[in-house]
Structure formats: structure tokens, C-alpha cells
């Protein structure tokens, strides 16, 4: 671990600096024991092979970090065996009633679903969600790609937290109710100028987790995040009342992932 400091917040946000396979052996820094989480939700790299870094010009929208990780894992084989590892470890952390969410895209979804199959068992699958997100460019020699997606397994099917999540109704005959959510997750990405846009790339928008930390565990649980980056995992599980708890290799991703979940628990 680079750094074993945690730092917690007075209503629940655990930060740590270090690698997701070693802060979770060590209970990140202990605060987390056997059996404890009640979610784990991965933003884990999609391996594009590309240095992510954060848009030009930043500062002039108020953005607080100017941040860069190389997203690379080598083959796919050797991406999904690097998150085989790591889950592995995660699983004597979990409740009963957990859940794992792995947040991924075209390029490994279906081998790390099969992966997925493997560590925690098919029948402990819950839900391929769709994040459809709309912005960004579109190609000329194929359907354009306008969506994630959010893998659901539990540890026990007859015990797994679930609170369906409701979501405004866009039909006449329900206009002005709510219906719940379906496996389509339609919420717009960050656009440049977005208010909570903090300069972190590949930042999720606090709507999406929200939706996903109420949804996938009880008020009052540990949520983790492993690959923290921003942060928004964190404060949308202090927010709703939950202990916060993530790690992150980057320095500058444990200051501001720190600095937004100490915030949320002030209120």
C-alpha cells in the first residue's frame, strides 16, 4: 500500500491510498471486517489502452483537479484475470445479503460477466444493467455507442438487499406518478459545464450512483468503492446514510475522493 493512512469522517467516509488488492486484504486499514459490506460497486478501468486525463481548459468551469491514469491492463485475458484476483479477495468481506456491482463496457462486458459467473456462481446473477448516457460522438460505420453497462451479482439469492428504485413516468396515463426503474438506466453523462463536474475523467454522475447505492443496500450499510476516482460512490453512500468506505491508487483521485465524502458528511 502506498499509504496507509484512512481518514474518516465524522458520519462515514473511509479513504484510502493503495492498490484494491492490497487495501482489501488488510480490511482497509481495518475498518472493514469479515461479513461487513453490504455493497461493492467497481468503476474499474476499461482497459482502452489509452492515457485518461482530465478536458482541456478545466479551471474556467471551476473544475478542482487536473488528473490523468493510464487506462491499460494489457490483453483482455489479462484485464479480467487482474479483477478475478481482486474479487476473490473482496468475497470473505461481504455479508449475506450483499451485492457486487461491476461497472464496464463493450470491450469486456461479456467476459467479465462469464468471469463473474465463475467467482460468485450464475446462479447469483441479479441484473445486466443498461446505463444509457446519450452525449457523446457517433460513427459513420456503426450503430453509435451510447451506453455501460453495470453487472449485478449477489452472495444469496433468497437474501440479497433490494429497495426497487422509482423513476418519473413519461406516459399520459401516468403522467405525474413514478414507475419503477427498469434495466435501462436512462441518465444524461456529465456534459463540460455540468456543476458537479470536478475535472476527474470518467466522472459518474451522482444521479446514476444515487440510484444504484439506495437500490443495492440498506440504510446505515458499508458501500465500498475500490477504484474510487472522483469520489461520487462515496458521497452518494453518505448522503443516503450509509458508511462510505473507498480506495484508489492516485494520489490526487484519495484528496479529492476525501475531500467530497468529508464534505457530504458536514452536509
Known amino acids: 500500500m502506498q499509504s496507509g493512512e484512512a481518514e474518516r469522517g465524522r458520519a462515514g467516509a473511509v479513504v484510502v491510498r493503495g492498490d484494491w488488492l492490497e487495501v482489501v486484504r488488510g480490511g482497509f ?16 478501468p476499461f482497459n482502452t489502452g489509452v492515457v485518461k486525463k482530465s478536458p ?13 491514469y493510464g487506462d491499460a491492463l494489457g490483453s483482455t485475458g489479462e484485464f479480467v484475470a ?16 450483499a451485492n457486487v456491482l461491476i461497472h464496464c463496457d463493450w470491450r469486456t462486458s ?18 445486466h444493467l443498461i446505463w444509457s448516457y446519450g452525449l457523446g ?45 427498469t434495466d435501462v438506466l436512462e441518465i444524461p453523462s456529465l456534459n463540460n459545464m455540468a456543476k458537479e463536474r470536478t475535472g476527474y475523467p470518467t466522472q459518474k454522475p451522482l444521479e446514476l ?6 437500490a443495492c443496500s440498506p440504510a446505515g450499510g458499508v458501500v465500498v468503492d475500490p477504484c474510487c476516482g472522483s469520489g461520487t460512490t462515496l458521497v ?30 458536514r452536509g
Open 236 to 265: 452518494a453512500a453518505v448522503k443516503h446514510g450509509r458508511l462510505a468506505v473507498g480506495c484508489d491508487v492516485s494520489e490526487k483521485a484519495v484528496r479529492l475522493s476525501r475531500e467530497r465524502a468529508l464534505a457530504a458528511v
Open 209 to 214: 450512483l444515487e440510484m444504484l447505492v439506495v
Open 110 to 127: 461479456h467476459r467479465v460477466r462469464v468471469m463473474l459467473d465463475e467467482v460468485f456462481g450464475e446462479d447469483r446473477f441479479v441484473n
Open 56 to 68: 482541456p481548459g478545466g479551471k474556467k468551469v471551476g473544475r478542482v483537479v487536473d488528473a490523468a
Open 29 to 44: 486499514d481495518g475498518v472493514v471486517g469479515p461479513a461487513s459490506v453490504d455493497m461493492v460497486y467497481a468503476d474499474v
Open 82 to 97: 487482474w479483477l478475478r484476483e481482486r474479487l476473490e479477495a473482496t468475497k470473505p468481506l461481504l455479508k449475506r445479503s
Open 137 to 181: 460522438g457517433s460513427s459513420p460505420r456503426r450503430f453509435a455507442r451510447k451506453h455501460d453497462d453495470v453487472l449485478v451479482y449477489c452472495v444469496e439469492p433468497g437474501e440479497a438487499y433490494f429497495e426497487p428504485p422509482r423513476v418519473r413516468a413519461t406516459s399520459n396515463r401516468l403522467k405525474g406518478r413514478t414507475k419503477k426503474a
